[in-house]
């Protein structure tokens, strides 16, 4: 089979291309597949690369309108379910399940994408088993989950399981290079900041708003140790303000794929629900991109004080992730005692635990930052009282 483009497109994942491969080259592929394995690594990017190739008319080529639309998220035929909220709701799957028996719109299989599969609730998964068990012809259903072991076995067990792996480092600073024509120190930069996770490494080089997030938060977190009490609640307002930045590159991107989808259709034939579920899309990756901008200022300020602990302690600076900041993580390594610096440690990972709530940001970053202050601040200061 031909899909080369495609596969090409997905790296540090050769064991789970292969079978999926073999299958499709064998005429077999099965009607339900559950990819497993940490978040950010390809599993979706894989799962929308092979409703592509099932289909497009050379096998995933890559450039063609239907290759184009899957991978744009605008095929009518190729449905993307994913949490509202915490969870995959029954009426979502009951909506689903009305979808699949339509005739498709115009491709040779209906793909149904379930993102974060062990969030189905047991209503939800309960409703999908006799889907599974006899799905309709022509229909394709893709799993994407990182804990199988949420997973309802007896969903586990109507499909074929696909493991991808973690991807090292280097293949991923070395992917961003090629792919996004990323200076190699930038490349370096997002690998480190991101964990080695290519989905959080592609959206830090793919996002000058994020670029302009991170230095503003290293500087706040350089000038913590001199500010007046009173800045401290400034200081909040700000990196709730870089929160905010890159949700308006992708309003912009949304409104990209909306014209564009709208574009592929007759005024009297734009498909109604195809554009609502898209538009519901958009709104859940705009909660998600907020949720996510405050794990992202959380991160960088972890690794800020990670570097000064290590500098402190070790005296290395290859290990650093914030290499271009050295000068001043050794300046800051200078003011403070590794007791300060853990206790810092601390309070962020406290602060951490407060993004799995419906927490007001701008409050939970104000608490966090007075905590901060009160450890770094130096002595004599003048506050304002």
Not at 319 to 325: A, C, E, F, K, S
């Amino acid at each position: 089979m031909n899909g080369n483009n495609l596969w090409r497109t997905i790296i540090g994942q050769d064991d789970a291309i292969d079978k999926l491969v073999r299958s499709l080259d064998a005429g077999g592929h099965t009607h339900a597949l559950l990819f497993v394995g940490p978040r950010g690594i390809g599993k979706m990017t894989t799962a929308k690369v092979m409703a592509a190739i099932l289909n497009c008319d050379d096998d995933g080529c890559g450039s063609c309108a239907i290759c184009s639309k899957v991978l744009r998220d605008i095929h009518p035929d190729v449905i993307l379910i994913e949490p509202e909220g915490n969870f995959i709701l029954i009426e979502q799957i009951e909506s689903l399940l009305q979808v699949i028996t339509l005739k498709n719109y115009e491709g040779r299989t209906k793909v149904i994408l379930i993102d974060d599969a062990d969030r189905m609730t047991d209503e939800a998964a309960n409703s999908l088993l006799k889907t599974l068990e006899e799905p309709p012809e022509h229909v394709v259903f893709i799993l994407v989950t990182a804990s199988i072991e949420n997973v309802l076995p007896t969903i586990v067990s109507r499909c074929r399981l696909v493991r991808f792996q973690s991807i090292p480092a280097p293949q991923v600073t070395s992917f961003l290079i090629e792919r996004y024509n990323a200076h190699p120190d930038e490349a370096l930069l997002a690998t480190r900041l991101s964990d080695g996770i290519l989905g959080t490494a592609i959206s830090f080089v793919m996002s000058p708003a994020k670029h302009a997030r991170r230095k503003a938060i290293i500087s706040a977190a350089r000038s913590l140790d001199r500010a007046y009490l009173a800045q401290v609640s400034f200081v909040a307002e700000e990196f709730v303000g870089e929160l905010k930045k890159p949700l308006e590159e992708l309003k912009t991107r949304h409104k990209r794929e909306l014209d564009e989808l709208k574009e592929q259709f007759s005024p009297k034939d734009k498909p109604k629900q195809i554009i609502n579920r898209l538009e519901d899309r958009h709104k859940r990756e705009l909660s998600r991109e907020e949720h996510q901008g405050y794990d992202d200022i959380l991160t960088i300020l972890v690794s800020w004080y990670r570097d000064v602990i290590l500098v402190k302690e070790t005296g290395r600076s290859d290990v650093l992730t914030n290499q271009d900041y050295e000068q001043a993580i050794r300046e800051h390594a200078d003011l403070l005692s590794s007791k300060d610096i853990y206790r810092c440690l601390q309070i962020l990972e406290e602060t951490k635990q407060y993004s799995r709530f419906n927490v007001n940001m701008q409050l939970a970053f104000e608490t966090m930052l007075f905590k901060i202050h009160d450890v770094v601040a130096v002595q004599n200061t003048p506050y304002i009282s």
